[in-house]
C-alpha cells in the first residue's frame, strides 16, 4: 500500500495527514479488528470530528469500510481483497480451521471443519446472519456427526468467531458479521 499512502500525503491538506491514520490499521496487532473514531483520536492526537473526517474520507476513497454497530456507534476497518485463485474460502482459512479446536478426532474432526469451513463460507456469503440463518442453511447439509443443530451450533460458534473477518455478536441470538466482505 506504499503507493496509496504517498497519494493520500501528497494530496491531504489537513494537519494530520491521511497516511497517518491508514498508517494506525496497518501497524496494528491484529489485523481483522476493526477500529473506533477513539482509538484513532488517541493514536493520532486528534480531535473526535477530525478522526470521523478523516476516517470518512477514507471510506469515500475506497480505502476503508465503515458500518454502524449501535445506535451511535460506528467502527472502520480495511477490507480483506478477495483472492481469485485461492477458490470459496482460500487454503489459509482451511489451515486456520485445523488449528481451532473443536470436538472429536479422525473423520469425525474432519467433518466438523469441513462444517466450520461451510458456516465461514455461508457468512461470507451473507454478511450478516443469525443464529437461526446458520442452522437452517448450513447445519442440514454440514451436521458433522452432531444429533442436534443445537449441538453442532454451540460446538461450531465459538471456533467460528476465531476466524478472521468474523465480528461475533456480543450477545447470544443477535447478528453475525462478516467485516471482510
Avoid at 496497518?26 to 477513539?38: H, K, S, V
Avoid at 478426532?105 to 456469503?125: I, K, N, P
Avoid at 446458520?134 to 447439509?141: I, K, M
Avoid at 451450533?153 to 441470538?173: F, I, K, S, T, Y
Amino acid at each position: 500500500m506504499v503507493p496509496e499512502r504517498e497519494r493520500l500525503e501528497a494530496t491531504d491538506r489537513g494537519r494530520i495527514p491521511l497516511s497517518d491514520v491508514l498508517e494506525v490499521f496497518e501497524q496494528r496487532e491484529d489485523q481483522a479488528r476493526p477500529l473506533t473514531a477513539d482509538d484513532i483520536m488517541e493514536a493520532v492526537g486528534c480531535s473526535r470530528r477530525t478522526a470521523h473526517n478523516k476516517l470518512n474520507e477514507l471510506v469515500d476513497r475506497g480505502v476503508l469500510r465503515t458500518r454502524k454497530v449501535g445506535s451511535r456507534s460506528r467502527v472502520w476497518w480495511i477490507p480483506i481483497e478477495e483472492q481469485p485463485d485461492d477458490g470459496p474460502v482460500g487454503p489459509r482459512i482451511e489451515e486456520l480451521v485445523t488449528q481451532v479446536d473443536l470436538p472429536g478426532t479422525g473423520t469425525t474432526l474432519e467433518a466438523r471443519q469441513q462444517a466450520l469451513v461451510a458456516a465461514y463460507q455461508y457468512l461470507r456469503e451473507h454478511p450478516e446472519a443469525k443464529k437461526s440463518d446458520f442452522l437452517t442453511d448450513v447445519y442440514p447439509d454440514h451436521p458433522a456427526e452432531f444429533e442436534t443443530a443445537g449441538g453442532w451450533w454451540n460446538a461450531l460458534q465459538p471456533a467460528l468467531a476465531e476466524l478472521p473477518g468474523v465480528d461475533p455478536p456480543e450477545e447470544r441470538g443477535h447478528i453475525w458479521h462478516f467485516l471482510g466482505g
